[in-house]
C-alpha cells in the first residue's frame, strides 16, 4: 500500500487547503473534509491501517501525521483532537539510548538504525519550526520544558553534518537518489 500518501501526503495537503479556504468551506464541507483526514490518521501517535498492523509514529512521522490533525484541528475547532496531537509532539525530542530518535552524541535515528539526520531529521525540524510558530502565544503554545533538546540537536545533531552547505549524504539514506 501507499500508506505514506494516504496518511501524510494527503491529509497534510487536506488540512492546509481547508485552513487557506476556510472562509469559502460551508460547515458540511469541514465536516466531511474533517472526516476524511479522520478516516486516514485516527490518531497521530499511530500509522498504517488495521490490515497492515498499526505501530506508534515516531519521528519525523509522527510529526507530519500531528501537522495534519493540528491544522485540521483548528480550522474545524475540535479542541480535543487538537490537544492529543500537540501533547503527541514532545516524543520526538526526547534523548533516546535505543531505536528511533535523538540520541546523547547528536546523532539522529529512523527506521530503527538507520542515520537519517539529513532526511528523515530535517523534515522533523521543519515541521516542528511551523507549528512552533503556528502555536506560539495561543493557548496551545508547546511550553514543555524538554523542547530545549531540539534547539541543542541544531548545533549537536544538525551542523556537525553540513559542509559548505550542504548536508552530507551519509545521513541522507534513501534520499541520496533524489536531486
Known amino acids: 500500500t501507499r500508506w505514506w500518501t494516504w496518511e501524510i501526503g494527503v491529509t497534510r495537503a487536506l488540512a492546509a487547503a481547508m485552513a487557506i479556504l476556510r472562509e469559502h468551506l460551508t460547515d458540511e464541507d469541514l465536516t466531511a473534509f474533517g472526516e476524511s483526514i479522520d478516516f486516514y490518521v485516527p490518531d497521530p501517535w499511530e500509522q498504517f491501517p488495521e490490515e497492515r ?6 519521528g519525523a512521522n509522527r510529526v507530519d ?4 490533525v493540528i491544522i485540521r484541528s483548528i480550522v474545524g475547532r475540535d ?4 490537544a492529543h496531537a500537540i501533547a503527541g509532539l ?3 525530542w526526547q534523548i533516546v539510548d535505543e531505536g528511533n530518535g535523538f540520541y546523547e552524541d547528536g546523532s539522529f535515528i529512523q527506521h530503527s538504525t538507520i542515520g537519517y539526520t539529513g532526511t528523515y531529521g530535517l523534515v522533523l525540524l521543519s515541521g516542528l519550526s511551523k507549528l512552533f510558530a503556528l502555536l506560539a ?4 503554545d508547546i511550553d514543555d520544558p ?6 541543542d540537536a541544531v ?3 544538525f551542523a556537525p553534518l553540513i559542509h559548505e552547505g550542504r548536508m552530507m549524504d551519509a545521513v541522507r539514506g534513501r534520499a541520496i537518489s533524489r536531486e
Open 53 to 58: 498492523g498499526r505501530i506508534t509514529s515516531e
Open 65 to 68: 501525521l500531528c501537522q495534519a
Open 79 to 82: 479542541r480535543e483532537k487538537l
Open 90 to 92: 514532545s516524543a520526538v
Open 137 to 140: 502565544g495561543t493557548a496551545h
Open 146 to 151: 524538554s523542547r530545549a533538546n531540539l534547539t
Open 155 to 157: 548545533e549537536r545533531s
